[in-house]
């Protein structure tokens, strides 16, 4: 038995120790915000907060994540009203969309660490894919967000 928390519930998870954090998520607690995209860490899709730092959750075994706290897009805020998901609102940020939950996730844990921002930053700091290229209005709105 697996146990750690998850947008602040208590889990347990009977899985074998090296399922990925991504598949107890999306498959055995129907957090589908959070998106399956590469399975090899290199899109970001997957980004989850792990005690406040960005992770690909595909590449997280829940055998080593014991006791630690997740949060998923579905628990940054509960309405919406998390400053990054206001940018991202106000600056019209997705086209299709399926990366976005994962670029909020990493530009909220980029934030933390980096509340000023220059567009250098964000550039290095930023490092999910978006297929649609909506890369302008990532970057606006993470500048919008860090005010
Ligand atoms: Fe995890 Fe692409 S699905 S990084």
Redesign the pocket.
Known sequence: MTRFTINGNPVAFDLPPETPL?WALRDAMNLTGT?????????????VHIDGQAQ????VNIGDIEGTFVTTIEGLSRDGSHPVQQAWIAEQVPQCGYCQPGMIMAAAAFLKDTPKPTEDDIKAGITNLCRCGTYPRIKKAILRAAG
């Open positions: 991504l998106k399956f995209g590469c399975g090899a860490g290199l899109c970001g899709a997957c980004t690909r959750s595909c590449q």
